[in-house]
């Protein structure tokens, strides 16, 4: 034991990492403000972290210097609990873990920012290990923090000002958050069941066996439209309630999904309108007639929006969405190449079959066999007649097969990186 007491402290010499005292300003009448504006005259008094607060931590004999004060502001896990102790060993004056060092550091991280960030070089089933170890879990916080899902909002600010405010983070958590809570999953389990009714819905209304149903003076549709009506009641309010306890006014408005949640329960309400003031015009009701057809019409294409509510359900979703934000580039690319290789052989095909085939009568036409054909869907309705089309078409295969290897391995090496990156932020 002495010997590896002698060891352990030889390597924590070496590889101690030197900490400078650090410190906290505290500001008299302005919270926040840097010491240094105002030319550097300012009513911050820097407190200096004392000696007594200091801890040190031996991780496989490397060393780390934190404060109790940052440990213990997290009091259910380990190094902010008490059982700390029973790894203190007073020959290294520093308590002693034999972990993983790498991701000890991320844990450290969490301490100091509250924030969990796994290490890329970490498999997760060791990094999973190594939290259950330390008890890292967000409950274990001692401070109740907004916490959001994917990006969906920004943490609000710590506060402790009313109980508004804890109310509010909490029930944004529990709109954002189905882990939180068995109340939240069932919550999202009930969302992701109206998401169903309504698609559900909006295709029935388009066949035509049932389409008649959703029409005044049907037996069902009084049953049809209070269901309707109930679908969006819900989405209402689940809208409403995330508006009001969203961190920031501006932030709800930037969010993507909210967006798209507004304009799925828009066309309700504008078709409401319509109808209301359907029996209002009476001097031109053909005219009236027409608009209000034109109105209801772009109400139902805004319906298909709804579709697009179950990504916010889905964490890998949304990480794919964001994977295909950082290739975009590579996407522009693939983009690029199709049209040029479109344009070029369509306006080729024109030129060669215009005379002789009367289903290449413009470039246009041409365009639209060369993305086909690139693409390798090769729908048929377009074909080459003469020789030597064919032998063009056969070149235009061809590259589309190239044309879609080379991109596309560049696009998927891209999207394996990024998505790893995110993974592991997650």
């Given amino acids: 034991m002495a010997q590896l007491v002698s060891v352990l402290a030889t390597n924590a010499n070496i590889l101690t990492q030197v900490a400078l005292p650090s410190y906290n300003y505290k500001n008299n009448g302005d919270d926040g403000a840097n010491p240094n504006a105002n030319g550097g005259k300012s009513n911050a008094v820097p407190i200096q972290t004392t000696s007594a607060d200091l801890c040190y931590i031996n991780v496989s004999g490397k060393q780390y210097i934190t404060t109790h004060s940052c440990l213990q502001q997290y009091p259910l896990t380990l190094l902010g609990s008490p059982d700390k102790e029973l790894y203190w060993i ?219 509510k179950f990504i916010r359900h889905s964490q890998d979703l949304i990480m794919i969405i964001k994977v295909v934000g950082h290739a975009k580039k590579e996407l522009c690319l693939l983009v690029l190449l199709l049209f040029i290789f479109s344009v070029s052989f369509g306006s080729l095909m024109y030129y060669i079959e215009h005379q002789s085939n009367d289903q290449f009568s413009t470039i246009m036409q041409g365009c639209w066999w060369a993305i086909v054909t690139i693409t390798t869907i090769g729908y048929g309705d377009i074909a080459p007649a003469t020789w030597l089309g064919k032998v063009v078409g056969s070149l235009v295969l061809t590259m589309g097969i190239v044309f879609l290897a080379l991109p596309m391995t560049i696009i998927v090496g891209k999207f394996s990186t990024v998505y790893e990156k995110e993974k592991g932020k997650e």
């Fill in 90 to 308: 007073p020959e290294l004056k520093s308590y002693y873990f034999n972990r993983n060092r790498d991701c000890f550091e991320s844990i450290l991280t969490f301490y100091q920012t509250g924030r969990e960030f796994r290490p890329l070089s970490v498999d997760d089933e060791i990094y999973e290990a190594e939290r259950k170890f330390f008890r890292i879990e967000m409950k274990a916080r001692a401070q109740e923090t907004a916490v959001s899902v994917g990006d969906t909002a920004d943490a609000a600010p710590i506060c402790c000002d009313g109980d508004w405010r804890t109310t509010r983070k909490r029930v944004h958590r529990f709109l954002m958050d189905p882990r939180c809570s068995r109340w939240a999953t069932a919550w999202h389990i009930l969302d992701i069941v109206f998401i169903c009714i309504s698609i559900t819905l909006l295709v029935m209304e388009t066949d035509g066996n049932v389409k008649n149903a959703f029409k005044e003076g049907h037996a069902a549709y009084n049953y049809l439209f209070g269901l309707n009506v109930l679908v969006i009641a819900f989405f209402t309010t689940d809208l409403l309630i995330r508006f009001v306890t969203w961190p920031g006014l501006l932030n709800f408005w930037k969010n993507l999904f909210n967006i798209l949640d507004i304009l799925s329960i828009l066309p309700f309400y504008v078709s409401l309108i319509a109808e209301a003031f359907e029996d209002d015009n009476t001097n031109n009701p053909t005219e009236h007639e027409h608009k209000s057809y034109v109105v209801l019409r772009v109400c139902r294409i805004f319906r298909i929006v709804r579709v697009f």
